[in-house]
RNA sequence: GGGAUUGUAGUCUAGCUUGGUAUGAUACUAGUCUGGGGGACUAGUGGUCGCAGGUUCAAAUCCUGCCAAUCCCA
């Protein structure tokens, strides 16, 4: 392998998908398992994992959501209760034919989603109005088989992710949870992924099988696809009639309870990679880097080395001491150049330099990860770090939005919508509401809506396909 | 769903056409010198050539099937 090898060897902008495939293994966040379409999560990877979770489990707490957990086995039977719904997962369903040498009756479907089991248990669990309303959330993996082009993260046959199930007693409070839950993830993703999100509805052809309707959030790629981030369904009583989840109000009289769901996977790793990442490697938003900063002490002989780790040792303690999450590299083989070129390609938001001459000028050099930048911060301004690193988070914001924003195009003519779809982006085009225009839109062009955003109805404009009235201007986009 | 390409040490790779027991680099281990943007030298370790069959005296190489990966187009 030549030095270069060792490093991303293709750019960004020249080759988008074999440079995230690079960044991925080569910042070790996962690897590939020996089955197809499986991925190992390695622990930097977990560690972003984790942090999301954290950040949402708190989240979840305040607005009364638990946690349980849901056994990944569902017999077919259950599966096969909301019809649509089973149609829609049928395809990319994995079996459990056999135990042992047995044939199993009723086979098992490795869970692609776990409505059908939650709401069989739900069904048990409520009784009475004094019982709702129930809200809790999942923690697991779904697998849903992916045939071929798989992508660690953003496509694959087993995933990480969450999923929330709240059930309600009428249904302006399930729709107000849906609404809720979809702020939470647009915060959550802005903050601590630095990625900026749409929020909207997705169209009747888009939305999730099963449900009534599907608010999501979507975001644009570098490559100008869109790539789905997460999404909260009104599932209203679809589910509750075929599972039976009824209470008695407080009339006695029964009712079928309303309910939502919703979920966010390790896709929005993906999607963080691929914002932020550049041709160097990965770049962390200091939020959700397992290391936030990296100090490489530099040296020359043992009594240098003795005076600089001394230091470097003390400044650890104190970054430590305001709860930031700091790694040491004494690796005594490597030489400082490779160092922060590993550290980069980690993606470690910052780094320090400290040597023989900065102990002499009493500063160190620090390195932002996000735009290279070096400058020199004196041992006395150490309390800044946290701000710095505060700032970094924002300033990965604001790149991003503005890069969203160049991306994203208004369209008034379909002639022009069709020439500048090569090129990516999302597109703001008028849509009269119509299953028809938007199926030959997507014929015509390979772009789908991905969101109709919220505030985005409007009447005064003309169908970019039909040039009938208007009755909303949704995304156009083609996805991941 | 359609197409193209690939699989040899942790990683990258030569060898394959024309069958004869695997090349080089890097990484790793030990040591010495080094150290502010991917260091140098010396000596070592590391391989069921993706898996399973077949042909053959002999298979990384030829044949068949399978598994896995990458990219492009629906």
């Not at 942090?51 to 349980?68: E, P, Q, V, Y």
């Not at 009639?241 to 996977?265: I, L, R, Y």
């Not at 970094?392 to 991306?407: G, H, V």
Request: glycine share 6%.
């Amino acid at each position: 392998m030549s030095k270069e090898d060792v490093g991303v060897t293709v750019s960004k902008n020249e080759d988008f998908s074999e440079w995230y495939t690079q960044v991925v293994l080569k910042a070790k966040l996962a690897d590939y398992a020996p089955v197809k379409g499986l991925i190992v999560l390695r622990p930097d990877g977990y560690s972003i994992w984790e942090s999301l979770k954290n950040t949402l489990d708190k989240k979840f707490a305040k607005n009364g959501i638990r946690n349980g957990f849901l056994p990944i086995l569902i017999p077919e039977s259950l599966l096969g209760k909301e019809k649509k719904h089973f149609a829609g997962f049928n395809p990319e369903v994995f079996w459990v034919t056999h135990s042992g040498t047995n044939e199993i009756g009723d086979k098992l479907a490795l869970r692609p989603t776990s409505e059908t089991l939650a709401y069989t248990m739900y069904s048990k669990w409520i009784q009475s109005w004094r019982d709702l309303p129930l809200k809790i959330n999942f923690w697991n993996t779904a697998l849903r088989a992916e045939i071929k082009a798989t992508k660690p993260f953003l496509r694959t046959s087993e995933f990480l992710w969450q999923e929330g199930h709240t059930v309600h007693t009428t249904q302006e409070e399930a729709e107000r949870e849906v609404m809720k839950i979809l702020e939470i993830y647009k915060n959550t993703v802005q903050e601590e992924l630095a990625i900026p999100v749409t929020v909207g509805k997705k169209s009747e052809k888009e939305k999730f099988v099963g449900a009534v309707y599907t608010t999501t959030m979507e975001s644009i790629m570098p490559d100008g696809k869109a790539l789905q981030m997460g999404t909260s369904h009104f599932l209203g009583q679809n589910f509750s009639k075929p599972f039976e989840v009824k209470f008695a109000d407080k009339d006695n009289v029964e009712h079928f309870t309303w309910q939502t769901s919703w979920g966010v996977s390790w896709r929005l790793i993906g999607a963080m990679i691929m914002v932020h990442g550049d041709d160097n490697g990965l770049v962390l938003p200091p939020n959700v880097a397992p290391t936030q900063v990296v100090i490489v002490p530099i040296y020359r002989n043992d009594e240098g080395k003795k005076i600089v780790l001394s230091k470097v040792e003390e400044i650890k303690t104190n970054l430590e001491s305001e709860e930031i999450r700091v790694h040491v590299d004494d690796r005594s083989e490597l030489s400082p150049g490779y160092k922060f070129n590993d550290w980069e390609l980690k993606g470690v938001p910052l780094r320090i330099e400290i040597g023989p001459k900065d102990i002499e000028k009493q500063s160190m050099v620090i390195a932002k990860r996000y735009n290279r930048e070096k400058s020199s911060l004196g041992f006395d301004e150490i309390k800044k770090i946290s701000s710095i690193l505060d700032e970094i988070q924002k300033n990965m914001l604001k790149n991003a939005q503005e890069k969203a924003r160049e991306n994203t195009i208004d369209i008034s003519d379909y002639a022009e919508f069709k020439s500048k779809i090569e090129g990516g982006g999302f597109f703001n085009a008028p849509w009269c509401g119509k299953l028809e225009c938007e199926e030959k839109i997507k014929e015509e062009t390979g772009a789908d809506i991905r969101v109709i955003p919220f505030g985005s109805e409007n009447s005064n404009l003309k169908c970019a396909y039909c040039q009938e009235q208007s009755m909303s201007i949704p995304i156009f986009a083609r996805g991941y």
